[in-house]
């Protein structure tokens, strides 16, 4: 089967594009400039002389008609959008996350249906962010799930840069869903929402200053910053790890069942102190390192503090036997330890 892509030098799309190749589909990938095409074409080199994977250069996503080329590409079935904005170093929320993350997904689905009639389903990637309500973060009475919509509204974006991220992905899937309606196209859409991701790196990068944005924080607890500075706020109690993520992208496609749902990937909650424990029993030269658990930004809220979440339908759509907290955050860190060592 083919598969088309986007952002495939991203910190979930190379996950993604890993299990893709490692299951003999053939894939399409997007990157922004040659010198993300570079490590892609070298980690893969084998796929590449073989045909079975291809990288196109979007520059900006955010131009009229930014996908045309890739999708001349012949016979594409299945497309995975991922490209979008997910990093807090704007001046400008509207130009440098809002507009890429929302014209970036209309145009793909308008350069797909207009150019590959071979597509059957397109699976965007939102987020956790498209459906949060803040209102009820602190409900144990309420249990999120796909049926919820962020109520942010434009005029929200200029009041923090968490504010700014949500809106662009909660507008981004509100364009896609939109779009199947109004366009009746002949492929069905289905929408991947994660909580924070972590996990280990399968994308190439320089130095561990160029980490991603949900995996920054354990950068933090391993170089020691935790212990320095405290505990960080977790902000959002609930997780997943990345190759549970990549998984449920390829599940998604392929299960007829997803087609026209939203799913909440998660596994559940998790705290800072979860963190902190794993990394003090695998990496006992990082012991010293690490802050003190059970302080308010190390635990959970009381249960008569906090809302639940409900992940049923991922689990039994998508089949995700959820990656625990532990095995993920010592995952990560020895992942990290390869671009700057930390162990
Ligand atoms: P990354 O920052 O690693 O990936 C973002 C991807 O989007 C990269 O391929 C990046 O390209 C591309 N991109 C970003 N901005 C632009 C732009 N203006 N034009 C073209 N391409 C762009 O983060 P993730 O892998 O975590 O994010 C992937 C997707 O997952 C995003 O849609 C994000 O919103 C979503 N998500 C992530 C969560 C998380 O906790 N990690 C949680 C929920 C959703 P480049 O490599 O060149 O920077």
Redesign the pocket.
Same mark, same amino acid.
């Given at each position: 089967t083919k598969f088309l892509l986007t952002? &495939? @030098? &991203?910190? %979930? #799309?190379a996950h993604i594009l890993e299990q893709l190749l490692e299951a003999g589909h053939t894939v399409v990938t997007t $990157?922004? @400039?040659e010198p993300?095409a570079a490590p892609i074409r070298k980690a893969h080199a084998n796929d590449i002389s073989s045909g079975k994977l291809e990288v196109f250069i979007v520059p900006? %996503? !955010?131009a009229p008609g930014a996908f045309d080329n890739v999708v001349k590409s012949p016979n594409i079935e299945l497309v995975l959008h991922? #490209? *979008?904005? /997910?990093?807090y170093k704007f001046s400008d929320p509207q130009t440098e996350l809002l507009d890429?993350a929302i014209n &970036?997904t209309t145009s793909i689905l308008r350069a797909v249906t207009a150019s590959c009639p071979t597509v059957k389903r397109v699976v965007i990637?939102s *987020? /956790? #962010?498209s459906i949060i309500n803040d209102t009820y973060i602190t409900d144990p009475n309420f249990t999120f799930s796909e049926k919820d919509w962020n109520p942010i509204t434009p005029d929200q974006i200029y009041t923090s840069k968490a504010n700014a991220y949500r809106a662009s992905?909660t507008f981004a899937e509100m364009s896609a869903w939109k779009f199947v309606e109004e366009e009746k196209p002949g492929w069905d859409l289905a929408t991947i929402c994660?909580?924070? $991701?972590f996990g280990p790196l399968a994308?190439h990068i320089d130095s561990l200053l160029e980490v !991603?944005? *949900?995996n920054e924080r354990i950068v933090g607890l391993a170089e020691g910053h935790w212990k320095e500075n405290g505990i960080p706020p977790t902000a959002v109690y609930f997780w997943v790890d990345v190759r549970d993520v990549a998984k449920a992208h390829i599940q998604a496609t392929l299960v007829s069942e997803a087609g026209g749902k939203r799913f909440l990937v998660t596994a559940g909650y998790f705290c800072h102190d979860d963190m902190v424990e794993a990394v003090g029993k695998e990496f006992p030269s990082l012991k010293e390192k690490l802050p003190q658990v059970g302080t308010e930004n190390g635990v959970l809220p009381p249960a008569d503090k906090i809302c639940k979440v409900d992940n049923e339908r991922a689990t039994k759509v998508l089949g995700i036997d959820w990656i625990g907290i532990g095995k993920s955050t010592v995952d990560t860190v020895k992942s990290l330890d390869k671009v700057d060592k930390l162990i």
């Open positions: 952002g &495939g @030098s &991203g910190f %979930i #799309a $990157v922004r @400039s993300k900006d %996503i !955010n991922t #490209a *979008s904005p /997910f990093h890429p &970036g990637t *987020s /956790f #962010a992905k994660p909580p924070l $991701v994308h !991603n944005t *949900s």
